[in-house]
């Protein structure tokens, strides 16, 4: 016979003040099997911990009841408090009479006879609760970090400092992602180059970490602590082991090409590393413009490479990777100012985007940092910087703040007034936003230093007058209309989604919210996990973030991949689906409802009278099953059950408040 | 109202000479509106406080020195006590008087230049004022001889309007004020 213990929380007022906590009590111990009930102000609370403990002991309770808030605030809490009184932590449930009872109704009579039957529930299901134990899995001590931009080498280093193997995949031929783009940061205005370089150079150099550049994760397989990732690695055409980069193919290709990485503004050549600091600093044949693989004819490249690195007939290769813990670090792309027709941008050229500006005044940059407007190369006097194009607008599908655009703005305001003596800076701005460090002060230097004028409103068109673009927006302030006439105009884009972000997070397995961004598994509390375990979040794939928070936010993820991998072996879920063999007729509908592939097929031999047969039934891989049910529902035979949620479990409840 | 042209219809370098004279930046104002939501006479001002902080910062000297509101300022200083950001904006209001007076922009605001000049003359030549001598010289100016009689009539039933100027002992101190000032401001025109 079960001897159950029933624990009724006050939790202050919360659950008192609208469940008459004397009269649960008196019917709690009227309950089948119930040999103790106890109440409690604060359940939680050490002291409340310490009865339950003392109770376990004193009326030798082989069964727990707690009748308080959501099994999600404390349901952890309480199995570790039974456990240490000896019992097994799956012999507790917990009656919900906060969140589903006292906090959403007002009638005391009607509340407390509610929570009356929610106590009734629990103690017929606990009654049918059995020990649980849990498997263990080992942990493969290898990370894997998608993504090789500022997050993922961030990561990827921190990791590896902690000990660890570290895996780095990047899509592009090179390290750096966005950052090795722009000029100077905020709000220091340190040169980007110069604070990322060291960084990428240390981690083609750090012995724990190994770099796939210009590969992609094909698909991703396996479980927390067991991952099994499908890399492809674009044949580059070049053999990275022979390549020096000395750049003598570059230097003779005939063939130009607009370069990615000066988002046009620049040429590259057909075989090309994307800018002078890449990592590694390999060659990569860009096959769609190579005059050989368009006509069969050139190879100048393969001709004045000494290191006979060009390998025309290299295809992609295919790799297999066993890691315990993923990063993803996949970044962001930029909005398409194209979705704004009456801000003119692909139809002026002087019309340009704020990333298109840092490659203008980078000192390596197409016009070796002189801004110079692209339509006739002539030093602008008057520009005009427009925010908020692609944020906070509704109608363009990004109804964010990008959190970026008002720092960088202000950033080309000081920068555009120190390269061009005696220009004139004008931003359009909707508010100004600097919740950071130091960056309000930026912003003032912006404008009170650096004379940019701000100018409250937002920009309704931009057109060609006279070789100058004509600016026509409102000051808010003033309530009057303005017109700039600028010689540049830069809009500051706001930052959206990869374009197969939603790609990747279904190939990972993690959510991603309504804009594409991937989601934390808590907004405050779990920042940098997602709802799959293992699989960690770093930058601007969670959502719009800035240098200093994405370096944060990699350190974190870091942390968290590390102190997994530091494990010996992962404890899996213990309420997890089970076959019952005997009942299984081996149809395997369960197999393909399962989200977690941890069903499968196998074979049994039984002996029927005198003969043995074999046949097929269904089994579940402990360590792959989340517990989700999900197979339970589909199962015909009624064969699979859930491991604290059985079909007996849940009969028994609904039998206790409709006898 | 007529749209602004920027940087076109700016005078280059007026938000600095006022900075300057103000002994205050102008720049430094974010444009929240405490200064004009606690004026005490905004409510009879053709831009409010904060409006002409705004236009002085984009250099828009004609249309602030058509305004009337910077004659209007009673100097109370309510704004610049509160302002966070430290803007003295009651000091600004000064320089801007300063700079209409000295350019004959003034002309905008006839009546206003009327009040100020006879106040200063009666002032110089007396020491003090001489509330009669400075209706009189307003009215006359102004050419608005009849306006607010009714309060003329009022002030002299109960006695407030001497006929006779009355003089103060230290006239030659105020006359070293207004030399002093005079000076200073043939300094000023100097230096510009």
Same mark, same amino acid.
């Given at each position: ?137 080992p942990v493969t001590r290898r990370a894997m970090v ?9 990561a990827a280093?921190d990791i590896a400092d902690a000990g660890h193997e570290v ?57 927390v602590g ?97 890691v315990g813990a993923i990063v ?193 598994a808590?907004?405050?509390l779990r920042p940098v996990e997602t709802?799959?375990a293992g699989i960690f979040l770093a ?14 936010q990699a350190c974190a993820a870091a942390s968290k991949a590390a102190a997994l991998l530091n494990r010996e072996a992962l404890e ?6 089970? /076959?019952? %063999?005997?009942?299984? @007729?081996? !149809?395997?509908? =369960? ?8 069903? #499968? +097929? ?14 097929? /039934?269904? %089994?579940?891989?402990? @360590?792959? !099953?989340?517990? =989700? ?8 035979? #009624? +064969? ?20 | ?192």
């Amino acid at each position: 016979m079960p001897r159950i213990g029933v624990f009724v929380c006050w939790c202050g007022s919360n659950i008192a003040a609208t469940v008459d906590i004397g009269q649960v009590t008196e019917a709690a111990a009227e309950m089948p099997h119930v040999v103790c009930v106890e109440d409690n102000k604060y359940t939680c609370s050490e002291p409340g911990q310490a009865s339950i403990r003392q109770a376990i002991a004193q009326h030798g309770l082989d069964r727990v009841v707690v009748a308080a808030c959501s099994p999600r605030m404390h349901e952890n809490t309480f199995r570790k408090t039974i456990s240490a009184a000896g019992l097994n932590p799956y012999l507790l449930e917990i009656a919900n009479i906060r969140e589903q009872c006292s906090w959403v109704h007002a009638d005391r009579v009607a509340a407390t006879a509610k929570a009356i039957d929610l106590v009734r529930m629990a103690v017929a299901k606990v009654a049918q609760h059995s020990a649980l134990t849990s498997s263990t899995s080992p942990v493969t001590r290898r990370a894997m970090v998608i993504g090789g931009g500022i997050a993922g080498i961030q990561a990827a280093l921190d990791i590896a400092d902690a000990g660890h193997e570290v895996v780095v995949v990047e899509r592009s031929p090179t390290l750096g992602g966005h950052m090795a783009q722009l000029d100077k940061t905020f709000p220091t205005l340190d040169c980007s180059a110069c604070i990322l370089t060291p960084k990428m150079v240390e981690v083609v150099q750090h012995p724990k970490i190994t770099l796939y550049a210009y590969s992609e994760v094909e698909k991703v397989d396996g479980y927390v602590g067991s991952f099994k990732v499908t890399v492809r690695r674009k044949a580059r055409s070049v053999d990275e082991s022979k390549c020096t980069g000395c750049g003598a193919c570059w230097e003779k290709c005939p063939v130009k090409v607009k370069s990615e990485f000066d988002l046009g503004l620049g040429t590259r050549k057909a075989i090309y590393v994307p800018f002078p600091q890449a990592v590694p600093a390999k060659a990569t044949i860009d096959r769609e413009h190579c005059i050989y693989y368009l006509r069969g004819r050139c190879r100048i490249c393969e001709r004045f490479c000494e290191a006979k690195a060009i390998v025309f007939d290299q295809q992609d290769e295919i790799i297999n990777v066993e890691v315990g813990a993923i990063v993803v670090a996949t970044g962001f792309q930029q909005f398409d100012q194209a979705a704004y027709g009456e801000y003119g941008y692909g139809e002026y050229p002087d019309v340009i985007t704020g990333l298109e500006f840092e490659r203008l005044v980078n000192a390596s940059g197409p016009t070796e940092g002189k801004i110079k407007r692209p339509s006739d190369g002539k030093v602008p006097e008057t520009v005009v910087f427009i925010k908020c194009v692609g944020s906070r607008d509704e109608h363009k599908g990004v109804p964010y703040c990008s959190r970026t655009c008002c720092m960088y703005t202000a950033k080309h305001a000081i920068l555009t007034r120190e390269k061009i003596h005696g220009s004139k800076v004008f931003i359009f701005y909707m508010d100004v936003r600097t919740p950071g460090k130091g960056y309000e002060e930026f912003y003032r230097r912006a404008s009170e230093e650096d004379g940019a004028r701000y100018l409250r409103g937002r920009v309704s068109r931009v057109y060609p007058k006279g070789g100058k673009m004509v600016v026509l927006g409102e000051d808010t302030l003033l309530g009057r209309k303005v017109i700039v006439e600028a010689d540049l105009v830069v809009l500051a884009s706001g930052m959206i989604a990869q374009p197969d972000a939603q790609e990747m997070a279904r190939k990972l397995g993690v959510s991603y919210d309504q804009h594409g961004f991937l989601t934390e598994a808590h907004p405050k509390l779990r920042p940098v996990e997602t709802n799959t375990a293992g699989i960690f979040l770093a930058g601007a794939c969670q959502g719009p973030k800035d240098i200093p928070d994405t370096v944060a936010q990699a350190c974190a993820a870091a942390s968290k991949a590390a102190a997994l991998l530091n494990r010996e072996a992962l404890e899996a879920e213990a309420m997890i689906a089970c /076959v019952d %063999e005997a009942r299984c @007729s081996g !149809c395997l509908w =369960c197999e393909p409802v399962c989200p977690y592939k941890a069903i #499968s +097929a196998k074979t049994i031999s039984e002996r029927v009278g005198r003969r043995t047969l074999t046949r097929s /039934v269904a %089994e579940v891989n402990p @360590s792959l !099953c989340h517990g =989700c049910g999900a197979c339970t529902v589909a199962c015909r035979d #009624s +064969a699979l059950n859930l491991l604290g949620f059985t079909n007996q479990q849940i009969l028994a409840e609904v039998e206790a408040v409709c006898p | 109202m007529k749209a602004l042209v920027l940087p076109a219809s700016g005078a280059p370098g007026f938000a600095a000479e006022v900075s300057r004279l103000a002994g205050t930046d102008v720049q430094a104002c974010y444009a929240c509106g405490k200064c004009s939501a606690g004026c005490p006479v905004s409510a009879s001002m053709d831009y409010q406080p904060h409006q002409i902080i705004r236009l002085v910062q984009l250099d828009q000297k004609d249309e602030v020195l058509s305004a009337s509101a910077f004659w209007l300022c009673a100097s109370c200083v309510t704004c610049s006590v509160r302002c966070p950001r430290e803007v003295k904006l009651a000091q600004v209001m000064d320089a801007l008087r300063e700079i209409s007076r000295r350019s004959g922009v003034a002309a905008g605001q006839p009546r206003i230049a009327a009040f100020y000049g006879s106040f200063l003359d009666l002032v110089r030549s007396g020491g003090r004022l001489h509330e009669l001598g400075m209706t009189a010289m307003y009215k006359l100016r102004s050419r608005d001889l009849f306006g607010d009689i009714d309060l003329g009539v009022k002030l002299m039933l109960r006695g407030k309007l001497k006929l006779i100027p009355g003089r103060i002992k230290g006239r030659h101190h105020v006359a070293g004020i207004f030399r002093r000032v005079r000076e200073h401001e043939a300094g000023e025109g100097g230096k510009r």
